[in-house]
């Protein structure tokens, strides 16, 4: 097994002439959890997609377990998108059923533990739930499986206080311990207290990937505060859509 889990080198990815992700070196080993940080654009998504192997690099490499993304490591990926990609004629239990025919690591008590513990119901249709609920019940069966990299697109935004804390309760109690979750998002100051480490991105480049405590030690200063001040001339409402 490779001490580093994830190793980007060189890494970048166009849409046209334009660069989503700008040559990223990037180093990251395993039982962390990391904030992938940054305003809409700033290639959070793009990033993802490629450890995803949903996307193929324009240029550069990126390694999981020393392998290119792709068929082979996507047993070693836990994944959840920005939006709901189920079917709405879907009931939760339909939703088990997927994740168990496609992961082999997928745990289905674990999945229907959490889901109870929501007051889902395994004939509970999606097409009924509130956004809320939604997320809640894809966090459960992502969460659910004994992956190495969960991959964790938003999952807080769009959903009310109560909803986030609930999310990162999930998270933490959930995931591999040898493994690393990555949790994209903006809303820095709702996921803070449970990061190990940041990775701030500013228009597809990596401006820090710092701990936590060093930051905190050195700047004297919060992560959201740090943020604040790098990104102070780019807007968090920017409608244009992360890239």
């Known amino acids: 097994m490779e001490d580093n889990l994830i190793v980007c080198e060189g ?23 990391i904030g992938l940080l940054g305003p809409n654009g700033s290639g959070k998504t793009t990033w993802i997609k490629l450890l995803c192997g949903l996307l193929q690099p324009s240029s550069g490499t990126v390694r999981i377990n020393g392998l290119t993304p792709g068929a082979a490591t996507k047993a070693a990926v836990s994944y959840l998108p920005d939006r709901m990609y189920f079917a709405d004629w879907m009931v939760a239990g339909d939703l088990m ?15 229907e533990r959490m889901c109870a513990s929501l007051g889902i119901q395994k004939t509970d249709r999606i097409k009924t739930m509130s956004k809320g609920t939604k997320e809640k019940l894809q966090l459960a069966v992502v969460m659910s499986r004994n992956a190495q990299i969960y991959l964790l697109d938003e999952p807080i935004a769009g959903v009310d206080p109560a909803a986030r ?22 809303l820095i100051a709702d996921v803070e207290q449970v990061l190990d480490e940041v990775i701030f991105l500013k228009e597809g ?37 992360d890239k």
């Open 97 to 111: 059923d997927y994740f168990e025919d496609f992961y082999a690591d997928f745990d289905r008590g674990k999945a």
């Open 205 to 241: 480049q990596v401006v820090r990937h710092d701990t936590v405590d060093h930051i905190r030690e050195t700047e004297g200063r919060s992560v959201d505060a740090l943020f604040r001040e790098i990104f102070r001339a780019t807007s968090y409402l920017d409608n244009g859509g």
């Open 165 to 186: 804390d609930f999310i990162l309760e999930t998270i933490l109690r959930n995931y591999n311990p040898e493994g690393t979750v990555i949790i994209s998002t903006h």
């Open 11 to 33: 890494l970048s990815k166009r849409f046209g002439m334009q660069y989503a992700l700008d040559h990223v070196d990037l180093t990251i080993g395993r039982g962390r959890i």
